[in-house]
Each structure stands twice: as C-alpha cells, then as structure tokens.
C-alpha cells in the first residue's frame, strides 16, 4: 500500500483520477490550492487507485494522506 | 466624495485608508472572519463582515459587498488589487448601483482582460505585441506550422490556462510536437480545454512596466517605468524604479507607447501596461492591468505622486493634479515582498506570527499587512508585507533595502526573507543582470535547505 501525502496545507480543489483507476509514476491525482497557489500532486509509483480520502473543496493540512494506493 | 468603500484587505486596504485619511475622506472597511484581527479593519473609520473565510462566501461576494456599501452610504468603491479590481461586472453593478467605481469603466475592463481582444487593440495601436498565434491552436500539426513561421524557441500555452500551470518551452519541431501532446492532455485534464497559444519564447528576457493615469479630459501621463523581472512562480518578488537596464531613448519610447495606447482606448484611472523586453531592448506588450498594481510605491518614492490619490482624484471627474512635464524622477527605489511560504519550495507556510519587529528608518517604507500574534490562513495570497527603499541611486537603495530587511523580524512562519536578502547581496543583482530566469539562474543552485 503506497499513501500519497499532501506536500502543503490547503484546499483540495481538484481529484483528477477515481477509485480502481490505474495510474503511472509521475501521474497527478490531486490538484491542492493555498493562497492562490495551486499544486498538482503526482504518484511516485505506478499503481491502482485504492482509496480517495478526501473531497474536492476539503481542507488538509501538509502530511495528510489524500489517496491510498495497491501496488 | 465623502465615504468609500475598500472592497478589498491586507496592506492594500491599510494604504488605501492611509490616503483617505490624509484628505479627509472617510473609509469602510469590509473583512471576512479570518482578517478579524487584521490591521486594516482597525484602521478603518467603520468596519462590516462579510462572512466566512472562503473569497467566495466573503471578498468575491459581490451581493454582499453592495449590501454594505449601501448600508454604509459609502459614494465610491476602491476595489484595490485582485478580487473586484478588474471585474467589468462589478464595476458595471456600481455604475448601476449610483457608486462610483474608483478604476476605468466597465468596457475597457472587459477589452482589456481579453487576452486576445487586448493584444489585437494593441496591434492596432501600433504596440508591439510578442510575435505568437491570435487564435488558440488544436493539433501538434497546427502548433508545429506556428512555431515554424514564428521560430523557435517558442512557449506552448494553454488557452485555458494560468497560474503557471500549462507553460512549455520548445526549442524545435520534435520539443514542439512532444510539448504539445503532454501539455495539451494537462490542460485537458486540469481545464477540460486542451488547446494551446504559441508565442515566440523571449530569452534573458526582462519584465517592464508603464504606470499611467488618465483622466476623463483625454489626458494622460506616464510615471516612468518599473522592472520586475526578479519572479518565482510567475510572482514577482523584486520591484524597482526605473528599470536599471533601460537606456533612455528605450525609456522615452516604451512610456510613450503606453501613453498612446491608453489614449487610444479611451482609458481612464490608473492603469499599468506591461512588456517583456530582450537583450537588444526590444519590448513587446504582454498584458494590461487595468488597477493600482502591488509595486506602485517604487513608482510613488521617485516621483512623488500619490497614485492612490490620483485615482482618488480622476475617478471624481476632475483632472490630473500634474502635467506631464512636471513629472520628474529622483533617485531609486526597490520593494521587497514579503511572502508567508517556504523559501526552497516556495509552497505557502501559513502560521501564526509569534514575533513581529518592523524598524522604522530613513528611506524605508513598511507596507505591512500583518501584526504579531495574527494567524497567516490559507486562504488568501501569500504576501504579507512589502518592504520599499529609496536612495539617491541604485546602490544606495540596495544598501538601505538591506540594512532594513536585516532588522526586520518575523517568527512562527517560514517567510522568503532571507532569499530576498540573498538576491540583493549577490553580484548579479548587483551588475543589474536582473533577467526573469534569475532566480533559476542564481538563486536556486545556491540556495540551502
């Protein structure tokens, strides 16, 4: 199981990618935007998307897990 | 006028009330539940809430904001930078409402924010615009014969796009091709629009600015130029006045094309018109922002003239306190903006500020947007101050830039404060080599985590 992690803390603005898809290393999953800023966040390794835990328009603080992935 | 509304907050909001209180006009503050202890509600004559932290349910609700202007009898609405500034919607609903909106009418907004209806008015003007397609393009074939007739290198666009996201440079056809394909199913993805823009790629390019004020009578002047080419993200970082890399003749001619430009589309209020120039100080006009910019006090310490109090000024019918000729420029000025954010990453860092020192010195101005004990949200920009010197020449403003960011303090939150001092200590900045990869080009490789 592989967590990816939210690199700052801010507003979940856009999911680009759903349950059970497959997705590539350096793939973006989740869109975060804080104080204007928008960072596209990407998988380090390929695999099946497991579990979304958040919701577009959710706030995160820098470190929680956005989406779990199967390897 | 009497009462006006500040649609907007932070430091913005504190020097627009400044002025206001310098002529005896009364202010109204309007702030959302994160700004609660921000300085400008308390500097305000009177202060409302809007509602929640979210722009959307607070700063960007326009219903909410007439609201209050009615109900505070306020004659004007300065909306500042961001937010309201350049919404021909909003500017349209206060001319609709019987308030005066501090800013250019609602047709000249809504031209100028057009990225293409504003490059071909400037076309027209006979401004040089970058070399690029006017019409967005589809296909890898269709980007590949643009760039062919343009030249590479060339900047891949997307049309949807902003923020940074969907920007890539290509050298020749095959970049080109690739750029397209990755860049297109990003923008598709991130936009749902994967179209692309071509422009010529300006290289060791420097970003240079026109200030203008126009007033109803036709008249328009030009406060001289600024540079900002010291950017991360996009975001300016370092501003100055004049740009040290203009020669005069360039200066005389880029002023006059703004100028010129304003004239013919009829616009008035303060206005800025921005141009990428190259290393033969060519200049190309990008885009127009049609409101007071965050970097107009480099302009205000060499000239004198108080834009805020101009806008002011114009915006009530009447013209311009100053003719053109008695615009004169003395000395140098440098601003510093100040971020809440990771100064390696530069990704934001909000935080409450647990220690706040801001020196008072000769030839420092402190914009400053943030108290100690406040809490930095995420919610909005990252800048929290903006810290402008002045000296007789470049040097001297440097040194007096230096010597009062030294003395500035700021704990609780990661701040870009020291890569600012970075920057102007190092000889590059120093030589002027202030092109808008510098901080690729110099600071990054330098910088320590």
Known sequence: MHEIKASMAGNVWKIVVEAGETVEAGQDVVILESMKMEIPISTESKGIVKEIKVEEGSFVNEGDVLITLEA | ?449
Not at chain 2, 5 to 22: D, F, P, Q, V
Not at chain 2, 188 to 216: L, P, T, Y
Not at chain 2, 335 to 353: L, M, N, Q, V
């Open chain 2, 1 to 449: 006028m009497r009462k006006i509304l500040i649609a907007n907050r932070g430091e913005i909001a504190s020097r627009i009330i400044r002025t206001c209180k310098e002529l005896g006009i009364l202010t109204v503050a309007i702030y959302s539940e994160a700004d609660k202890e921000a300085p400008f509600v308390s500097q305000a004559d009177e202060a409302y809430l809007l509602g929640a932290p979210r722009v959307e349910e607070s700063y960007m609700d326009m219903d909410k904001v007439f609201e209050i202007a009615n109900q505070s009898g306020a004659e004007a609405i300065h909306p500042g930078y961001g937010f309201f500034s350049e919404n021909a919607a909003f500017a349209k609903r206060c001319k609709e409402e019987g308030i005066t909106f501090i800013g250019p009418s609602p047709e000249v907004i809504a031209k100028m924010g057009n990225k293409i209806e504003a490059r071909l008015l400037m076309k027209q003007a006979g401004m040089p615009v970058v070399p690029g397609t006017d019409q967005a393009v589809e296909s890898a074939e269709e980007a590949v014969e643009a760039a062919e007739k343009i030249g590479y290198p060339v900047m891949l666009k997307a049309a949807a796009g902003g923020g940074g996201i969907g920007m890539v440079s290509a050298a020749n056809r095959e970049e080109c091709v690739k750029a397209f394909a990755s860049n297109s199913e990003r923008a598709k993805r991130f936009f749902g629009d994967g179209s692309m823009f071509v422009e010529k790629k300006i290289e060791n390019a420097r970003h240079i600015e026109v200030q203008i004020i126009a007033d109803d009578n036709g008249n328009v002047i030009h406060l001289f130029d600024r540079e900002c080419s010291i950017q991360r993200r996009n975001q300016k970082v370092i501003e100055e006045a004049v740009s040290p890399f203009l020669s005069e003749q360039t200066r005389n001619e880029i002023c006059m094309s703004a100028v010129n430009a304003a004239k013919s589309i009829g616009y008035v209020n303060a206005g800025t018109f921005e141009f990428i120039a190259d290393e033969q100080e060519n200049f190309y006009f990008l885009e127009m922002n049609t409101r007071i910019q965050v970097e107009h006090p480099v302009t205000e310490e060499v000239t004198g003239i108080d834009i805020v109090q101009e806008q002011l000024n114009v915006a009530r019918g009447k013209a311009i306190l100053i003719d053109q000729s008695e615009v004169k420029r003395i000395g140098h000025a440098i601003e510093a903006r100040i971020y809440a954010e990771d100064p390696h990453t530069f990704f934001p860092s909000p935080g409450k500020i647990t220690t706040l020192i801001v020196p008072e010195m000769e030839n420092l101005r402190n914009e400053v947007a943030v108290v100690e004990d406040y809490t930095v949200t995420p919610f909005y920009d990252p800048m929290i101050a903006k810290v402008i010197a002045r000296g007789e020449n470049r040097e001297e403003a440097c040194d007096a830039l230096i010597a009062g960011l030294e003395k500035w303090q700021i704990e609780g939150i990661k701040t870009n404060k020291q890569m600012v001092l970075d920057i102007l200590k190092s000889a590059e900045f120093k030589d002027g080599n202030t092109t808008t990869d510098f901080v690729a080009k110099y600071y990054l490789p330098n910088s320590k985590k």
